[in-house]
């Protein structure tokens, strides 16, 4: 008896096993969706995404003439930027701005191909957390597995349009002997750090808006498996 038992105990587990195993690998919304059209409408959705964001970025005035991603003048260094227009260097001042923006915008051209590394190795793990997470839950999956490799590809860029502007010497210049005064709250002076960290971010900010248009705007869903997903 008590082995029969057993085996009847062994039996129920390994059919409720089984059905779990179906259930994950089979279905995973009352819409009756697979994992593996999730797992390719999630790509869909973040290729899709992550193409307009880039293509937006990389244009002439991407940058420069966005509001949500514009690159102003250190906000920590405004003394050293009233410092050099007192001195008449208002034009190299404007151009060094619009440079940092230029340099953002020449930049976001290496993006795409790092991106869609990244959604070829998207797991239906990483599909269901996605799907799940919200606003940003994709933008996020990108930022952490494309972060590293996005600034070494950015960085070389933003350095080499920064060595072509005058203000950048007047601004090293200027910050070195400003942060030997006493009593001042120290300026970062490294400019190529800032310029590619302002580039990235306004680059996700744009991924980020386009990933949250697939979720909200079922117009923005331009294929029928997407809104399915999406729905």
């Known amino acids: 008896m008590k082995q029969l038992l057993s085996i009847f105990i062994c039996v129920v587990f390994l059919t409720l096993s089984a ?18 059209e999730v797992g390719k409408g999630l790509k869909e959705a973040l290729s899709q995404g992550t193409k307009l964001a880039t293509d937006k970025a990389s244009l002439k005035d991407g940058f420069f003439k966005n509001p949500l991603i514009f690159i102003p003048f250190p906000a920590d260094a405004k003394k050293v930027e009233q410092r050099l227009r007192s001195m008449g ?7 060094f701005i619009l440079t940092l923006n230029r340099a953002a915008e020449e930049s ?20 269901m ?13 990108l930022r952490s597995n494309t972060e590293a490799q ?11 349009a920064l060595n072509q502007t005058a203000a950048t010497k007047y601004w ?24 590619c960290s302002k580039a990235l971010n306004g680059l996700f900010t744009l991924v980020t808006e386009e990933e949250n248009k697939i979720r909200s705007n079922p117009a923005a869903r331009v294929s029928d498996l997407l809104r399915r997903v999406f729905k």
């Open 108 to 127: 976001a051209k290496k993006a795409a191909p790092i991106f869609l590394n990244a959604i070829t190795k998207l797991t239906i793990a990483d599909a």
């Open 19 to 36: 059905q779990a195993q179906i259930t994950w690998r089979g279905t995973v919304s009352s819409s009756g969706l697979s994992t593996d």
């Open 172 to 195: 090293r210049d200027l910050v070195s002997t400003y942060n030997r005064l006493p009593m001042v709250q120290k300026v970062n002076p490294n400019l190529d750090q800032y310029a």
């Open 89 to 95: 260097l208002g034009k190299q001042v404007d151009q």
């Open 129 to 141: 957390a996605i799907l799940q997470g919200g606003n940003g839950a994709a933008t996020s999956y």
């Open 150 to 160: 996005l600034t070494r590809e950015f960085m070389p860029i933003i350095q080499a």
